[in-house]
């Protein structure tokens, strides 16, 4: 598919990138590049020769939110729809079967602070900074800051949200919204590094983890428990289990080259 506001590419490390392509407009979404976003997403989680989906922004800033020149003249059911479509990117992630890392740079605002929340993982450059700043214009980022709670917990995404101010990349590691701070001119090369290395991993094992962790997110306690513990017996009779503990005992490393 070709893709007005995104670059998409695979790599033959298994490793498929997706890059935000706005950059005067620093990455901000407007409606077509969240439909392309959802629609590139479950693109690349349906390609066998991708493991791992590197999300990028092109130029100075990862995303500094939802481009506010889509703003006016919409009516109550308008505006709800229209924020839903912007937002659904940031659900479409936890729905996949394949692992997600943002690589970070710039700045990662309102929508865009919620799209590295809702992440799997996520590297930023020292730089960096992050905030939920819609209320800055009377406004709010009560959608972004789902993901970014399940990151940070309750009162640190309080209060991004209620003061939107925006913090720099080691207090966003700190309280848990990011993985990795490394050096600005590094970035890429590390978080490249970073998916390749993932992207080596049992890619069933890998599809399995994610979708039970999410799954038990919503589950209490025991039932919790009791997902994940099928979850392990399902993944217990792959042929990629049967090669990783074959791997183990004959002392050499696991090749999971070979499976989808």
């Known amino acids: 598919m070709t893709y007005e506001h995104l670059l998409v590419e695979i790599g033959d490390d298994f490793v498929g990138e997706i890059t935000l392509n706005r950059p005067e407009q620093l990455n901000a979404f407007n409606t077509p590049l969240a439909g392309e976003l959802v629609q590139a997403l479950k693109e690349l989680d349906a390609q066998t020769t991708v493991r791992v989906i590197l999300l ?3 130029g100075k800033a990862f995303c500094a939110g939802i481009d506010v020149n889509e703003l006016a003249g919409k009516t ?20 996949m079967s394949k692992p ?3 690589q970070v740079q710039g ?9 590295v929340a809702a992440a799997d993982l996520a590297i930023a450059a020292e730089n960096t900074r992050f905030g939920l700043t819609a209320i800055n214009v009377g406004l709010n980022c009560v959608g972004p800051v789902v ?20 913090i720099k990349a080691p207090e966003a590691l700190n309280m848990g919204l990011l993985n990795r701070v490394v050096p600005k001119d590094d970035l890429a090369e590390e978080a490249r590094k970073w998916a390749a290395l993932l992207a080596r991993k049992s890619p069933i094992a890998t599809q399995i983890s994610k979708k039970a962790f999410y799954a038990a997110a919503d589950l ?3 039932k919790a428990f009791e ?10 009779t792959t042929e990629d289990a049967k090669e990783g503990v074959a791997a183990f005992f004959e002392k050499r490393p696991a090749d999971f080259s070979q499976f989808e």
């Open 220 to 222: 209490d306690y025991y």
């Open 227 to 236: 997902y994940m513990n099928e979850a392990f017996a399902r993944l217990c």
């Open 76 to 95: 109550a059911m308008e505006y709800k729809a229209w924020v839903e479509h912007m937002e659904k990117p940031l659900i479409t992630i936890s729905r």
């Open 147 to 166: 993901p970014v709670s399940r990151s940070v917990g309750r009162k640190r995404a309080l209060e991004l949200l209620f003061y939107g101010d925006l």
């Open 56 to 58: 990028k922004g092109a």
């Open 100 to 102: 997600v890392i943002a």
């Open 107 to 115: 700045v990662a605002a309102a929508n865009g602070a919620g799209l």
